[in-house]
């Protein structure tokens, strides 16, 4: 059955560094979504991305955060200049056509900043 | 905006005994509801899902959810509960706009089942 993958799986960085989580959604898929969920804390959306542009965002995804699918399978999350609170695991989600089509998740990529 | 809440942070049953999972919802129009199933150290699973068909709604693993306008409800069952249940459980909105769906989580009922 074909899933949604995440790399990494663990990413530790120190405050104020660059960080790219991965995620290669479902080949046919054509909606793409990250998610973070920050421990004990419920899961948070952060953007959607369709057509390769934000469709839409949350006000957590603020200029620090970008997304980019810089080819066809892959889309990444960058955080540019990381910060204690953007400690979480990140979700990636996609989902073939919008309605009522499910969103399938990835495993997720816990981020520690130190 | 639309919204979830879930009523117990923690339940707690025995393995062979029924589930229940509550989830209450808020909503200025039809929602689509889901219900999705986090076991440890994986992703988020999809479980079931109400998009105002049948308002009965049979799920995998012998999951169901039963979709209550009149009390905004949309609670999980099972009738008969197995260890592999054991999971953090999330009741889950959809906020649609134009196709694409922005889901708003509740904040989890993590079920423990007791052999």
């Known amino acids: 059955e074909p899933e949604v993958t995440q790399t990494p799986s663990h990413q530790v960085t120190q405050m104020g560094q660059e960080v790219i989580l991965r995620c290669v959604p479902i080949?046919?898929?054509?909606?793409f979504y990250w998610y973070r969920q920050i421990l004990g804390q419920k899961v948070e959306f952060l953007v959607s991305?369709?057509?390769?542009?934000?469709?839409?965002k949350s006000e957590i995804f603020d200029d620090q955060f970008s997304v980019e699918r810089p080819d066809g399978s892959n889309f990444t999350l960058k955080i540019r200049s990381t910060k204690l609170e953007d400690s979480a695991m990140y979700f990636c989600a996609s989902s073939g056509a919008g309605g009522y089509y499910e969103q399938y998740f990835g495993p997720g990529t816990r981020l520690t900043v130190t | 905006a639309q919204s979830v809440t879930q009523l117990d942070s923690h339940v707690s049953v025995s393995e062979g005994t029924p589930v229940l999972l509550r989830c209450n919802y808020s909503?200025?129009?039809?929602?689509?509801l889901f219900w999705y199933v986090q076991h440890p150290n994986k992703g988020l699973q999809l479980l079931l899902k109400y998009t105002s068909a049948a308002t009965l709604v049979k799920g995998i693993n012998g999951f169901e959810a039963e979709f209550k306008k009149s009390e905004t409800s949309f609670h999980l069952t099972k009738p008969s509960a197995h260890m592999s249940d054991a999971a953090e459980y999330f009741c889950v909105v959809s906020d649609r706009d134009f196709g694409n769906e922005k889901l708003t989580f509740g904040t989890g009922t993590r079920l423990t089942i007791i052999p």
């Open positions: 909503s200025s129009y039809s929602p689509s």
């Open positions: 991305f369709y057509n390769n542009e934000i469709s839409e």
């Open positions: 080949s046919n898929h054509l909606y």
